[in-house]
DNA sequence: CATAAATAAACAAACGTTCATTTATTCGCG
DNA sequence: CGCGAATAAATGAACGTTTGTTTATTTATG
């Protein structure tokens, strides 16, 4: 019997993301994906449901990723200011280096893929998450919050510089914005200076 | 001569950003479109270009109507402390009370429309931002740092908490989360901590 | 030779858009 | 005031494409 070529999945992966980043979510058919792909349409039937399953499994697939490097090297039990530290760094990192996923990623948060595909989602990283700040609070080096406030204040800014530096730019009429260190160090330490009691 | 009937363009425009919402950009296909605001698909290319025309004038009017709300009472001579509260309960209650337009322009914001959109917005509104920045760090109640650092302290928090609220929950596995002036207050009193010097 | 991957060709349905026609309204004229 | 001429809004039906998906067939490999 035959294989499956792998190769061939990992281009219909990759060409279904830039196909998306570059023409929005209804920029995305399945014809089109298959000729980029070097793949007949049908093919992309073996290994994706339909349409929408193939945006749900990249999504899930992608955010996989995205967690898996912002947990790098991190503890629950670190300090507040070293474990943001790091969840920063990481996350950033992983951005930069993979804008396109990036650009993907957040095209999806923001559509109705995003609710079916978070379900399917392991839970770790939420637990680990969830763990860090009550340990944080516990020692009385985080101040006490509702969840959602605490993480609009410690994670948005930094999506947001994200978002800034993969669009190239923030706002019409400014120059290209870059993200380095010494910015993505300086905004930490506004937020820690908010969230520290 | 007969005159264009404005209820008409009015139920558009309505319709489109409910299709939008709901099955994402697209979900929105000119015919049913025209179905569900009762019009003729012929109907829609009196009002707009194209569809493409369509989305971007959407989007430049819903955000124009946000940027006017945001605004509304506010001064680029106020405080920085006075002057980010009246634009934090601007914008929320402005969110709240249109939570359908608010998540339009999300999905809106991270699509490719949102560059050709923003070309075509006003460039008051940053201006009288930038002015309001500028006062406030020659006063020394502002830390005086790079734009879009500012930016991404300043205001993505109390995005990120009115998405939470539009969408109804924050993570899955979470009660459903609900933005209250008291919850706004306290995440701007962590932010202007982060940002007065 | 068995088996499953991979394909080319085709399907009905839906897509964005246009065109020839009808409908409603204003206006000059009697 | 009343009425046809003028004009643009509004329409239903149709255009050729493209859509997502399937089917019958071929290809490659254990």
Redesign the pocket.
């Known amino acids: ?5 792998e190769t ?1 999945e990992q281009a219909i992966r990759e060409k279904a993301i830039t196909m998306i980043v570059e023409s929005g979510l209804d920029g ?5 994906l298959a000729k980029a792909a ?9 290994y994706f449901q ?3 399953d193939l945006i749900v499994q990249l999504s899930v697939e992608e955010n996989r990723r995205m967690m898996i490097a912002t947990l790098e090297n991190f503890d629950p039990d670190m300090s507040f200011a070293e474990g943001l530290r790091i969840q920063w760094l990481n996350r950033a990192r992983f951005c930069l280096e993979n804008p396109i996923a990036s650009l993907f990623m957040e095209q999806i948060r923001h559509s109705p893929y995003h609710q079916r595909a978070s379900e399917l989602v392991g839970s770790e990283f939420h637990q680990t998450l969830g763990l860090f700040v009550r340990n944080n609070i516990a020692r009385n080096e985080l101040v006490s919050l509702p969840f959602e406030v605490y993480w609009s204040v410690a994670f948005s800014p930094l999506y947001q510089l994200v978002k800034f530096h993969v669009q190239g730019r923030s706002f019409p009429n400014r120059p290209a914005f870059q993200l380095t260190e010494p910015v993505i160090l300086q905004a930490l330490e506004l937020v820690l200076k908010a969230l520290k009691p």
């Open positions: 019997m035959r294989y499956k070529d061939k995305l058919s399945m014809q089109r070097n793949v007949s349409p049908a093919t992309l039937y073996i339909d349409r929408d």
